[in-house]
């Protein structure tokens, strides 16, 4: 995302700035609200554990809402048209329903503070200090994405300098989190999850009336880009071709397993928010509740995508002037009117925000929890890791200004992200669901397993890919495959290591194995849990079937 479109700059006025100085003074009022309660550093990094479900859950979608979802989406969707529903039906929906129904349990009985922590309880120290290294400085890497792509936006939006942008933002977010912690974040995720909606659905409407129907958007798009465009899963038998270069093994493997799972079940910028929750209950039913607004989500950055690139049918070529990732911000300039449109500008740095702020409050949590009370500064009172942990937000924030600049290479954000994916998280994933599946994987097997998987991802994305090694169609092909890459050589060094060395004595796996029992009492359901509505296998596996029938109009 080298720049936006210089002649995208919006015509805003007092009313839509009005808007906007509203929504940062709220933000601040939620940080400053959320202050009183911050007590202890279980407040501060997990809300004292002690949120309802609706709320974690409504977080746990937001926090996802950032500059992937809303630019990087919309790109995806003008790029590559209908298939980029894959990345909600398939590439998030089942590993949603997997995390609470499957790994949540282990993660809240296990009383772990961080995703990273459990590894340490299931494998050794040092799979734990290498993990917490790797999603720190994930974490960190995604957070400035966020930062980089609301600056560009803002500089070709309103006029105002990209250095304005990056300090205004990344000192608002400092500020609300600092202040308030883990909660502070929480609320404004559930607020800011309510104001993008408001800002992309008259996008969608406006979007769709201009195009002349969904059915004369259609019969543009495939004139011009053929009828793959138009389906999921068009064009993706082996050997054939589709606009997103990829087939469908690649994209139930790569995408809908690998990639998918890696992200929604070790990514703690998403857990820590079930982890939030106020029992085991509410905790399994976040990702579930989640799942619901996710899978609609798709329309409201799909459309515009779409649109986009019927109305400017050369689109991410040199010719137009646009990139792919212009997409959103050229609907804007096109179709709203002032009062709307500081809305629109509103929804939109409050998604930037949401994902920051949702990466920024992971990584303290993980930097002071797994690496600096375990290895650096042991044994401390628990007053100082709070005033650590708001110290090291603050250098969270400013390292994420400082890596901002490494997404510009990339003209498509989705492409950078799910680059970072198939690095970071598909090796954790690997560990993680080898680790709690198989007892005999020994403790020495989780950092061999992270290191090798980490390590062919990035010799298949930057060698075999990058240097042509094997010829791959796209960007987003090439993720795929190196997600597969990366999945299948931490398990095979998993395997191998295991052989060799030794494993965890069978008493210390007590749950954090499937099989085995928790040691202690079982949590007593809260009142109200055992209603049918509820019930998490329900929410789930409605879910999955609902995510399912969503295919059937786009599979002819």
């Not at 974490?139 to 942008?165: D, K, M, R, T």
């Not at 009370?373 to 110290?391: H, I, N």
Request: glycine share 10%.
């Amino acid at each position: 995302m080298q720049s936006l479109a210089e002649g995208l700059r919006l015509p805003t006025n007092g009313l839509d700035y009005t808007i906007l100085a509203i929504y940062f003074v709220v933000v601040l009022g939620i940080g400053f609200a959320a202050r009183a309660s911050v007590k202890t550093s279980l407040d501060f990094f997990l809300s004292g554990r002690s949120l309802p479900a609706w709320v974690t859950g409504l977080a746990f979608v937001a926090a996802n809402l950032g500059a992937t979802e809303i630019l990087g989406m919309a790109a995806t969707g003008a790029q590559y048209g209908v298939a980029v529903v894959h990345w909600y039906w398939i590439g998030a929906i089942p590993a949603m329903v997997f995390l609470g129904l499957v790994m949540m349990p282990f993660y809240y009985r296990s009383k772990v503070r961080s995703v990273p922590e459990f590894l340490l309880q299931r494998f050794d120290a040092s799979a734990h200090l290498l993990s917490s290294a790797l999603f720190a400085f994930a974490a960190i890497l995604i957070a400035g994405v966020n930062l980089y792509a609301l600056s560009i936006v803002v500089e070709a939006l309103l006029g105002w300098p990209q250095w304005v942008a990056i300090v205004v933002a990344g000192l608002f977010v400092l500020a609300y989190i600092t202040v308030g912690g883990l909660s502070s974040a929480i609320y404004n995720e559930v607020l800011q999850f309510f104001v993008i909606l408001a800002a992309l659905i008259p996008l969608v409407v406006l979007g769709l009336k201009r195009a002349g129907g969904w059915g004369a958007l259609s019969d543009d798009l495939e004139s011009a880009h053929g009828h793959n465009y138009l389906t999921a899963w068009g064009g993706t038998g082996i050997g054939q071709s589709n606009p997103l270069g990829a087939n469908w093994l690649t994209i139930i493997l790569g995408l809908g397993f690998v990639l998918s799972f890696g992200y929604w079940t070790t990514n703690f910028a998403e857990v820590q928010r079930a982890l939030s929750a106020k029992n085991l209950s509410a905790a399994r039913r976040t990702p579930l509740i989640a799942a619901f607004p996710k899978m609609f989500i798709v329309f409201l950055v799909m459309i515009p995508g779409l649109v986009a690139a019927a109305l400017v049918p050369d689109i991410g070529t040199q010719g137009s002037g646009l990139t792919y990732n212009d997409a959103i911000p050229y609907l804007m300039q096109e179709l709203l009117p002032n009062g709307v449109l500081g809305i629109a500008v509103t929804g939109l740095l409050a998604a930037f925000m949401a994902g920051m702020a949702a990466n920024v409050s992971s990584f303290n949590t993980v930097f002071t929890y797994d690496i600096w009370s375990k290895y650096v500064r042991k044994g401390q009172p628990d007053a100082y890791y709070l005033r650590f942990g708001r110290l090291i937000t603050a250098i969270g924030v400013l390292a994420s200004i400082g890596t901002a600049f490494i997404a510009s290479s990339f003209s498509n954000i989705m492409g950078y992200l799910q680059t970072l994916f198939s690095f970071f998280n598909v090796p954790m994933f690997v560990v993680f669901v080898i680790g709690m599946f198989w007892k005999r994987a020994s403790m020495k097997s989780g950092v061999w397993g992270l290191f090798a998987g980490t390590t062919a991802a990035m010799v298949n994305y930057f060698w075999i890919y990058k240097q042509g090694v094997v010829s791959i169609p796209t960007d987003q092909g090439a993720n795929f495959v190196s997600a597969i890459v990366g999945f299948a050589a931490g398990a095979i060094v998993m395997v191998v290591v295991t052989l060799f060395t030794a494993p965890k004595p069978e008493a210390e796996l007590a749950g954090l194995v499937y099989g085995t029992v928790s040691p202690g009492p079982e949590e007593p359901p809260a009142e109200g849990d055992g209603a049918w509505y509820r019930r998490p296998a329900l929410l789930g596996w409605g879910a999955v079937v609902l995510a399912a029938l969503c295919y059937l109009p786009y599979s002819l």
